[in-house]
């Protein structure tokens, strides 16, 4: 009887183990610059601390990655050398000093996506119940920075993020638009005898004639967030979720059908807030949305009236919301998005003027567009 041969693996060419050391020697020397870069990044967050400079500049980090980017000569693609140099400033910041930022939780959300997106991962993320948690936890400055949605391709304005802009002193000073992709997830890799289906009610719109047309009798019941959704329907075999690939990781859950939103290029922008002291209003870009909010007495033409100054200036408006007052007395708040930045002299002035027409008005913030 002949004894077994123990098990090999693939057996590896001299050219692939001569290119394999070169990779090695240069992951060593990559390794090696990105400690001596960090290095002086912490004198830089020395200096800032010295100065009283805002440690997290976004406009800064925009400027490297665009100067990285034209210096690229590939093969390496611009997209995923804006994503790795991304990472090495959150990497970087962090020794300076680490971002707290406020997002939707829990983990696997869309909004902890935009707030990676736009922070890097080494922020340390504070997870919130719902976005009035967000608004309270930057407002009070348990963080220095929130992230929440405001608007979908599909369903529309985030209404409760409008309301809370009413009252908070936080403003905007970024946005992130995020590609969503909202995926059935469950304990069992099948759709059968799924009893309830989970999510955020923007998410359950989003995906209500796929639902109606697979999973016509499963209760639809709506959450806190899609990644909530996720933790519950870990628990209970007979529950499915809409959630992203993230939260089915998060929870060790199943992908039973991907993308199955109604509308194919389905995004959602996401405001990233603070307090005026944390960040004052970002330079302009050359590519900038303000967003403004305004009440106008209740009389005949006042709407159309709000209009004029912004044909008058050749100012863009690029949303326009309404949402009601709550007064009783069916008045309105209005939420305007317009293209350039208050710095802009045709910008400001048709501020000025709408202003001057407005009985209520507050500048929401201005901000890069995001790409």
Request: charged share 20%.
């Amino acid at each position: 009887m002949t004894e077994p041969k123990p098990a090999t693996g693939p057996v590896q060419s001299e050219a692939l183990g001569s290119l394999r050391v070169q990779i090695d020697a240069l992951d060593r020397e990559l390794l090696s610059l990105l400690n001596q870069r960090a290095r002086v990044a912490e004198q830089v967050g020395e200096i800032k601390r010295a100065e009283g400079s805002p440690f997290f500049r976004p406009d800064r980090v925009a400027q490297v990655i665009d100067k990285i980017q034209q210096a690229n000569e590939g093969p390496l693609l611009n997209q995923h050398v804006a994503s790795i140099w991304r990472e090495i400033m959150s990497a970087c910041l962090a020794l300076e000093a680490p971002q707290r930022v406020a997002v939707l939780g829990p983990q696997g959300t869309f909004c902890e996506e935009a707030a990676i997106e736009y922070f890097g991962s080494a922020a340390n993320l504070i997870y919130c119940a719902n976005f009035d948690e967000v608004f309270h936890a930057t407002a009070a400055g348990t963080a220095q920075y929130g992230v929440v949605g405001m608007e979908n391709s599909t369903e529309g304005v985030v209404a409760r993020s409008l309301d809370l802009f009413l009252r908070s002193p936080v403003h905007v000073v970024g946005e992130v638009s995020l590609l969503i992709r909202h995926n059935l997830l469950r304990q069992v890799n099948s759709t059968d005898g799924i009893e309830v289906v989970m999510a955020h009610p923007q998410a359950l719109a989003q995906c209500q004639n796929w639902l109606s047309a697979h999973l016509p009798n499963a209760e639809r019941r709506a959450v806190s967030s899609n990644a909530e959704g996720a933790r519950l329907a870990a628990s209970q075999p007979a529950w499915a979720a809409l959630a992203s690939e993230r939260a089915a990781a998060q929870f060790g859950l199943h992908i039973v059908s991907h993308a199955i939103q109604d509308e194919a290029y389905n995004r959602t922008r996401f405001a990233v807030i603070c307090l005026p002291q944390t960040m004052a209003m970002p330079p302009a870009s050359g590519k900038d949305c303000t967003s403004i909010v305004v009440s106008v007495p209740n009389r005949p033409g006042a709407v159309h009236d709000l209009l004029v100054p912004l044909k008058h200036n050749g100012v863009s408006m690029t949303r326009f919301e309404s949402r009601p007052a709550k007064s009783g007395q069916w008045e309105y708040y209005f939420y305007i998005d317009i293209a350039g930045h208050p710095s802009q002299p045709h910008v400001a002035a048709a501020l000025e003027e709408l202003k001057s027409l407005c009985a209520f008005y507050k500048i929401l913030g201005s901000y890069p567009v995001s790409d």
